[in-house]
């Protein structure tokens, strides 16, 4: 679950006793939480796919521009690059998502947005286990047109494939 903290402002209405009476809970410590809009996940996502790509664009220019500087020939069309690039950009993504997710409950553009992860059973911090299988869900929510994304648009509680 994708949430973002605010002050008081409604009580949530959820199906699931358990997730009310948490919720009760919460709101007893004078928050409660709303799910997090399909909007500010976007951004949030297309801010760290920058991030990933701007460390992902650095190595690869560290790599391939000193190799050209010794003069061996680089071509920076060449299929080779790219997917060397692709490949960099899913092993940085590994830890990125699995790490931020664990530790702070939220990645760099999701913070910026206020908006941290939650367990959908506990409303604590994710597991180890739920971490790791958020990750290999974006993927599948990439797969046919980011159409795992748009679920969250139209799910009464704006879950993408990957909070589901």
């Not at 809970?25 to 997090?36: G, Q, V």
């Not at 899913?90 to 990125?96: A, H, M, T, V």
Request: aromatic fraction near 14%; hydrophobic fraction near 40%.
């Amino acid at each position: 679950m994708t949430a973002r903290k605010q002050k008081r402002s409604s009580s949530p209405e959820s199906s699931d006793t358990a997730i009310n009476q948490t919720m009760q809970t919460l709101e007893t410590t004078h928050y409660t939480y709303r799910y997090a809009g399909f909007w500010l996940r976007f951004l949030a996502d297309v801010i760290d796919s920058l991030i990933l790509s701007a460390v992902t664009s650095v190595i690869s220019y560290c790599l391939f521009g000193v190799a050209g500087w010794f003069g061996y020939p680089v071509d920076e069309n060449a299929v080779g690059i790219q997917v060397f690039e692709m490949l960099c950009y899913l092993g940085l993504s590994i830890p990125y998502f699995v790490t931020w997710q664990l530790r702070d409950g939220a990645t760099p553009g999701k913070k910026i947005f206020g908006i941290r992860i939650y367990s959908r059973d506990t409303l604590g911090r994710i597991s180890p286990r739920q971490a790791w299988i958020r990750f290999f869900g974006y993927g599948l929510s990439y797969i046919v047109l980011a159409m795992g994304y748009v679920v969250a648009a139209i799910h009464p509680e704006k879950r993408a494939l990957h909070d589901i």
